[in-house]
Nanobody, 115 residues
C-alpha cells in the first residue's frame, strides 16, 4: 500500500524559504521517479519538479533557479527546497509517484506566501 507523509508547509513572507518533505512507503522508492505538483485556488494542478531514479531533475520554468528537488533513498524521502518565494507560489503542494500504472498522491501541504 503506497503511502506518503508530507510536511514542511506553512506561511512565509515573500523572499523567504521553506523545505517540503515527503516520506514514502509501500513501493521500491529508489527505483521510481518522484515529483512535486501544486494546485492554487481556481487553477489546475501543475508539475513543479520531478527527479528520476538516477537523480536527474526537471523543473517548471516558473521555479527554475529558486526551487531544488532532491531525494534520500536511504530514508525513502523526497524534498523540495523552495527559496525566494513569491506570492504566486501560494498553493497546496503534493508529492506524486506513478507505481504499477497507478497514480498516487500525497495528502498535500499548504504553502502560503504573504506579507
Amino acid at each position: 500500500q503506497v503511502q506518503f507523509v508530507e510536511s514542511g508547509g506553512g506561511l512565509v513572507q515573500p523572499g523567504g524559504s521553506l523545505r517540503l518533505s515527503c516520506a514514502a512507503s509501500g513501493f521500491t522508492f529508489s527505483n521510481q521517479r518522484m515529483s512535486w505538483f501544486r494546485q492554487a485556488p481556481g487553477k489546475e494542478r501543475e508539475l513543479v519538479a520531478t527527479i528520476a531514479a538516477d537523480g536527474i531533475s526537471i523543473y517548471a520554468d516558473s521555479v527554475k533557479g529558486r526551487f531544488t528537488i532532491s531525494r534520500d533513498n536511504a530514508r525513502n524521502t523526497v524534498y523540495l527546497q523552495m527559496n525566494a518565494l513569491k506570492p504566486e507560489d501560494t498553493a497546496v503542494y503534493y508529492c506524486y509517484v506513478r507505481w504499477n500504472n497507478v497514480n498516487y498522491w500525497g495528502q498535500g501541504t499548504q504553502v502560503t506566501v504573504s506579507s
